[in-house]
């Protein structure tokens, strides 16, 4: 069973589209993120959420919009899509908001916009 | 000064190899530190966890912090080409605080 899945696995779309991308964590935990990891593989937290509410939220433009509908998921909207949007996004869960024990990570959607 | 500095590589080394990986960082609050590996086109898997300075040692991997010199590594031993990923090392200063990242070392491990 994968703990923290992630759909789609790809996505190749147009500038100016709107997608979403869910995850979904079967693992009882309270917290989940959204990570980017760009082309160096560096990981920046986007989102976090804590039992449905917003606990995390970096500069992030506001073209990106998560939503939490209950604990065990967590997915994010992007409108009107730009270039440098292309990326690995990584949903994650923690058991809690503390975040010492780190957190589990889904495989990633890899988004290219052209 | 960014808060956690990694080396990004790469690295490659033969099999065999005793292979150190290291990550300094800046912030005197971070008391949990961890190292996640991650494989080509996967998402990152926790591989070692340490709380406050010290050692641990899981099979052929070491994990050391050093919190007087900011200072952590990551030792395999007997390398493995299966051990071919990217290293992220990773620290909190625990309650609800966030995990921060390094930028990853990309490994190389050659048969």
């Known amino acids: 069973d994968t703990a923290v899945s992630q759909t789609p696995k790809y996505l190749v779309t147009q500038m100016g589209n709107d997608k979403s991308i869910k995850c979904e964590q079967n693992l009882g935990h309270d917290t989940m993120y959204w990570y980017k990891q760009d082309s160096k593989k560096f990981l920046k937290i986007m989102f976090s959420y804590n039992n449905k509410e917003l606990i995390i939220n970096e500069t992030v433009p506001n073209r990106f919009s998560p939503k939490s509908p209950d604990k065990a998921h967590l997915n994010l909207h992007i409108n009107s899509l730009e270039l440098g949007d292309s990326a690995v996004y990584f949903c994650?869960?923690?058991?809690?908001?503390?975040?010492?024990?780190?957190?589990?990570f889904g495989s990633g959607t890899r988004l290219t916009v052209v | 000064q960014k808060e956690v500095e990694q080396d990004p590589g790469p690295l490659s080394v033969p099999e065999g190899a005793i292979v150190s990986l290291n990550c300094t960082y800046s912030?005197?609050?971070?008391?949990?530190f961890m190292w996640y590996r991650q494989y080509s086109r996967k998402g990152p898997e926790l591989l070692m966890y340490t709380y406050s300075s010290g050692n641990k040692e899981d099979g052929r991997f070491t994990a050391q912090v050093d919190k007087s010199s900011k200072y952590i590594s990551l030792f395999i031993r007997d390398s493995q080409p299966s051990d071919s990923a990217t290293y992220l090392c990773?620290?909190?200063?625990?309650?609800?605080?966030?995990?921060?990242f390094g930028k990853g070392t990309k490994l190389t491990v050659n048969p």
């Open positions: 912030n005197s609050a971070f008391q949990y």
């Open positions: 990773a620290m909190s200063a625990g309650g609800s605080e966030k995990l921060v």
């Open positions: 994650a869960s923690s058991q809690n908001r503390a975040s010492r024990y780190g957190y589990t």
